[in-house]
């Protein structure tokens, strides 16, 4: 009987700090620590809704393959919340709500990949500069770190100009354990960069519609391009994909 008072007030101590700590996380958002070039990561309740996107566009799909090129000089004006909103889209938006069935095709419909999106100082109206990561199911962009980091990515991506240059930058990640899980090591060889392809012509397409200039990168230190968005460990980088108006 003597120790169980002590036992009370150990658990009641507990009780009242998760719920402090909800209170204050639901009042004052993310809780952020430092990360390198200047960046902080936080959790996931720093979240831009984007607006919703357009499925009937002026620019017919044969039209745009016609028109496709590699761009990768870019004008200094910002990107509008709705353009970059649909070229997110494109990539990995929802076309089935019930399904979950998304823009690129997946193999199982197992949508291994994640995208996040490095914004540049004015890289976006109404977006401070960061990284932020897309929910396709509530098309919107949550924020894991604040701060402009193109210039770290670029050197990142063996100094590619175009990286730094553009409005934003799309970083396409593969959690290959949603895949290999039902067609084993197949899944993460063929299955899942297949699926990257698919992303990364969505993206192409959609922004020769709009008017704007892209390229898909390959060429980058995979650890380092993961650090800076704060991706986990269990994340592989595939793409990093410059985005801006034209100049």
């Avoid at 993310?30 to 009937?56: E, F, K, S, W, Y």
């Avoid at 039209?63 to 990995?92: I, K």
Wanted: aromatic share 6%; charged share 25%; net charge positive.
């Amino acid at each position: 009987m003597p120790l169980e008072r002590p036992s009370r007030r150990v658990t009641l101590a507990l009780v009242l700090a998760a719920a402090v700590s909800l209170v204050l996380n639901a009042v004052f958002g993310v809780v952020r620590i430092a990360l390198p070039d200047g960046g902080t990561a936080g959790q996931a309740t720093d979240t831009v809704a984007l607006p919703a996107p357009n499925t009937d566009g002026d620019v017919s799909v044969e039209a745009a393959l016609a028109a496709r090129r590699s761009r990768r000089e870019y004008g200094s004006d910002p990107l509008s919340r709705r353009d970059l909103g649909q070229v997110l889209w494109a990539a990995q938006g929802i076309t089935r709500r019930v399904s979950g069935y998304r823009t690129a095709p997946s193999a199982g419909a197992r949508y291994p990949l994640e995208l996040f999106v490095v914004v540049g100082t004015s890289g976006v109206e109404g977006v401070d500069p960061g990284v932020y990561q897309y929910r396709p199911r509530r098309h919107e962009l949550v924020r894991r770190r604040s701060g402009d980091v193109q210039a770290a990515l670029r050197r990142a991506a063996v100094d590619q100009a175009s990286v730094e240059a553009a409005a934003v930058d799309l970083v396409v990640c593969a959690v290959d354990a949603r895949t290999t899980e039902k067609y084993g090591q197949r899944g993460r060889q063929r299955y899942v960069p297949m699926e990257a392809g698919h992303v990364g012509q969505n993206v192409y397409l959609q922004a020769e519609s709009l008017g704007l200039g892209t390229v898909t990168v390959g060429a980058f230190a995979d650890d380092r391009v993961r650090e800076l968005v704060g991706a986990p460990a269990d994340h592989r980088p595939l793409y990093v994909i410059p985005v801006g108006t034209r100049a």
